[in-house]
Antibody, heavy 119, light 112 residues
Framework: EVQLVESGGGLVKPGGSLRLSCAAS????????MNWVRQAPGKGLEWVSS????????YYADSVKGRFTISRDNAKNSLYLQMNSLRAEDTAVYYC????????????WGQGTLVTVSS | QSALTQPASVSGSPGQSITISCTGT?????????VSWYQQHPGKAPKLMIY???NRPSGVSNRFSGSKSGNTASLTISGLQAEDEADYYC????????????FGTGTKVTVL
């Protein structure tokens, strides 16, 4: 069974940092592109970042570029999102999601982890 | 990158068919066959319903179908059921900015 489990969310002050993790199981993690997608409270979905299977290709939304860093450790079946210089508008549930086709179609999602940026 | 445009809400009675539109530009929806649709129930993670415009993942009911014409993609739900009441989002690959993908504004489907 494919499972994605996010962790690392919490309350952080503006300007602070947080590192999210996504533990994958039930599939060959090293064969898939992975993504982070977020959803602010009561709002729609927003794509944040993607990383190819071998980390050769990495992309970011303009809204997080220069502040967030996506990475993965295929030996540990884990995906990460390092978030620096956090702002109130980064407050959201962050989901990790698998992209099996390399076309932005996310077939499995984690349960999400809430990040709250507030003083 | 602006979000793709979806109607805020669509409603229908059980058994009816409804269609949700998703309007973008030639840099996203119109330019690529990389449109997906997601269903999200309250407090839950999104679920992939359609990928690459019209393909259904294994396990998704054939009551859900997707299509595209020009810069507008559509999701049709036929034989509407109470369990279909949820939020629906489209998404597309985009070449208009450094963003890779863009989501739609979301549509609340209500089963009357």
């Amino acid at each position: 069974e494919v499972q994605l489990v996010e962790s690392g969310g919490g309350l952080v002050k503006p300007g602070g940092s947080l590192r999210l993790s996504c533990a994958a199981s039930g599939f060959t993690f090293s064969s898939y592109s992975m993504n982070w997608v977020r959803q602010a409270p009561g709002k729609g979905l927003e794509w944040v970042s993607s990383i190819s299977s071998s980390s050769s290709y990495i992309y970011y939304a303009d809204s997080v570029k220069g502040r967030f860093t996506i990475s993965r450790d295929n030996a540990k079946n884990s995906l990460y999102l390092q978030m620096n210089s956090l702002r109130a508008e980064d407050t959201a549930v962050y989901y990790c999601a698998r992209d099996p086709y390399g076309s932005g179609s996310f077939d499995y999602w984690g349960q999400g982890t809430l990040v709250t940026v507030s003083s | 990158q602006s979000a793709l445009t979806q109607p805020a809400s669509v409603s229908g009675s059980p058994g009816q068919s409804i269609t949700i539109s998703c309007t973008g530009t030639s840099s996203d929806v119109g330019g690529y066959n990389y449109v997906s649709w997601y269903q999200q129930h309250p407090g839950k993670a999104p679920k992939l319903m359609i990928y690459e415009v019209s393909n259904r993942p294994s396990g998704v009911s054939n009551r859900f179908s997707g299509s595209k014409s020009g810069n507008t993609a559509s999701l049709t739900i036929s034989g509407l059921q109470a369990e279909d009441e949820a939020d629906y989002y489209c998404s597309s690959y985009t070449s208009s900015s450094t963003d890779n993908y863009v989501f739609g504004t979301g549509t609340k489907v209500t089963v009357l």
